[in-house]
């Protein structure tokens, strides 16, 4: 029996095309609350960004920040993991010598980027958000950092990840940009820390996403369902594939497994 169900936000909840939550969707989570079974959100956003695309629709906790950051609906802290200062001196050293690669620093409910070139202003547009505030890089310097965006391409992740940012991991959804946690984090480890906070079983989860970053929660999840609008590889990484987001993607599959 699902008791708890987890839900991406861009490309799951939220179409690309229109850039709002279908009607289904909304429908959909209305039942599953009224039927008991508890909702949550499992983005690669942080807070700020999260509530501009879901805060007005009621949620029972929140996975942010690619699992760096989970909290209750009444923001009740439930886990915080957060980068590690060597790392931070290092990529600050880093970006003396590469001063044209931006990076967004994400610290508490505050963010800035260090400087904006095309590919950050493609991203914005893509989901909606607002470019942060451009601040040097030493501005990340003794912060509690839960995230860095890099917008720097897979190939140079070897080097970035190998030499400068020893302690962390990539999470990608977009070919432009990696979500940078410190190493352990992910949505799977944050789904164990909600799901023990609650008391509820693995075996009892059930999960929708459909970006790189949702492959371990996926895969980790009691019943991992893909959108059909995600990637091949993503798709192999679910139990079930679903329609697209466009195309009624939650409703239907909540259907077939005869949840609502």
Same mark, same amino acid.
């Given at each position: 029996?699902? !008791?708890? &169900?987890?839900?991406?936000?861009? @490309? %799951? #909840?939220? /179409?690309?095309?229109?850039? %709002? &939550? +279908?009607? /289904? %969707? #909304?429908?959909?989570?209305?039942? #599953? *609350?009224? !039927? @008991?079974?508890?909702?949550? &959100?499992? %983005?690669? *956003? +942080?807070e700020s960004l999260m509530m501009h695309a879901v805060g007005h629709l009621d949620f029972d906790g929140y996975i942010t920040l690619n699992g760096a950051c989970c909290f209750t609906a009444s923001h009740e802290n439930i886990y915080k993991g957060t980068i590690p200062q060597d790392d931070i001196e290092r990529l600050i050293t880093y970006h003396k010598k590469h001063p044209d690669t931006p990076f967004v620093f994400v610290h508490g409910n505050q963010w800035f980027i260090t400087n904006v070139n095309d590919a950050v202003r493609e991203v914005a547009r893509l989901i909606e958000i607002s470019i942060p505030p451009v601040k040097p890089i030493e501005e990340a310097r003794g912060k509690e950092i839960l995230q860095i965006m890099g917008y720097f391409t897979q190939d140079e992740d070897l080097e970035v990840f190998r030499k400068i940012l020893t302690h962390c991991e990539p999470m990608r959804w977009h070919p432009s940009f990696a979500d940078i946690i410190a190493r352990g984090n992910s949505k799977s480890h944050g789904i164990d820390e909600v799901i023990r906070y609650y008391g509820i079983n693995l075996d009892e989860t059930m999960a929708f996403g459909d970006g790189g970053n949702d492959i371990p929660m996926l895969q980790h999840v009691g019943l991992g369902v893909a959108m059909g609008n995600a990637a091949p590889e993503i798709q192999a990484s679910a139990k079930y594939v679903t329609t697209s987001v466009d195309d009624n993607g939650i409703w239907n599959a909540l259907k077939h497994f005869g949840i609502i």
């Open positions: 029996m699902i !008791k708890a &169900i987890f839900f991406d936000i861009d @490309g %799951t #909840l939220v /179409s690309f095309q229109t850039h %709002t &939550i +279908p009607q /289904s %969707t #909304l429908d959909a989570l209305k039942l #599953l *609350r009224e !039927k @008991g079974i508890k909702v949550f &959100i499992a %983005t690669g *956003r +942080p």
